[in-house]
């Protein structure tokens, strides 16, 4: 049986990275377009990468909570496929197999002349003056608003095949990802865990977990279990 879980900031908020639209969000303290938009690399690069630099020390400080260990868990009874708009790595670091990054991946850089040249980066750290092997700037492998997401037709293949559709700890708000969902089978099980439930049309077969990330996990894990095992 194969499960589709499509995550956002709100998952790793109990791993202390702060989400984009809640009280003391990013978005609170940074323009969006000032520091995640091509316009916005263009006429600021240094005000970029110091943004990305600061999420990286953050990121490398947080570890897995309990809802990405319980999703990797849960490999252990069901193919699990994880589709992120997250570009931390905590899934990856909980032991998940199979996660999509949708709006990229923050210890990933890539050239600005080529975007297929794409580099590891260890530590926190891209300046001005990191350049690729063709002699440009390197940038954060990042999703910016208004630009196109590779990875968006391998999501939709997976959740036209899956069993089982969880939503957990995104407001829905950022298309394309935000319209997975409209994807899924009429009559397959679909569960949304936050704990302030987004606005949504009426959908099928859609079961709402009103709990925080580790606690709506917990209780999606022993449904499913009880359910399906
Ligand atoms: N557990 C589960 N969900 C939580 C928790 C928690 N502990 N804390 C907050 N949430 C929920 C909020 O209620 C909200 O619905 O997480 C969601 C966070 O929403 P956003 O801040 O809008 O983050 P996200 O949906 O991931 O943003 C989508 O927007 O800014 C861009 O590219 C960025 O990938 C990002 C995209």
Redesign the pocket.
């Known amino acids: 049986m194969k499960i589709v879980v499509l995550?956002?900031?709100?998952?790793s908020?109990?791993s202390g990275i702060p989400?984009?639209?809640?009280n003391n969000?990013?978005?609170e303290g940074y323009s969006?377009m000032e520091v995640?938009s091509p316009e916005g690399w263009n006429s600021n690069p240094k005000l970029v990468l110091d943004f990305y630099n600061e999420r990286r020390k953050n990121a490398l400080s947080a570890s897995p909570n309990l809802?990405h260990k319980i999703l990797a868990d849960l490999e252990k009874h069901f193919e699990v496929c994880i589709i992120t708009?997250?570009?931390d790595n905590l899934h990856e670091r909980a032991g998940s197999s199979t996660v999509i990054h949708?709006?990229g991946e923050l210890f990933k850089v890539r050239s600005t002349v080529d975007e297929t040249s794409i580099y590891d980066l260890t530590g926190w750290e891209l300046n001005l003056g990191d350049l690729c092997d063709k002699g440009s700037q390197l940038r954060p492998h990042?999703?910016w608003?208004g630009e196109p997401v590779p990875m968006m037709d391998l999501a939709i293949r997976e959740v036209l095949t899956t069993d089982i559709f969880v939503v957990?700890?995104?407001?829905?708000?950022?298309y394309p990802?935000a319209g997975l969902i409209h994807y899924v089978g009429q009559a397959t099980p679909k569960f949304i865990?936050?704990?302030?439930i987004?606005e949504l049309p009426k959908i099928p077969n859609l079961h709402f977990i009103e709990?925080?990330?580790?606690e709506?996990l917990l209780e999606l894990q022993q449904h499913l279990l009880d359910t399906f095992k």
């Open positions: 995550t956002g900031a709100g998952i908020a109990e989400t984009f639209r809640d969000g990013l978005w969006a995640a809802g708009q997250n570009i949708l709006h990042v999703v608003f957990v700890g995104t407001s829905l708000a950022v990802a865990i936050d704990p302030k987004p709990k925080i990330g580790s709506g």
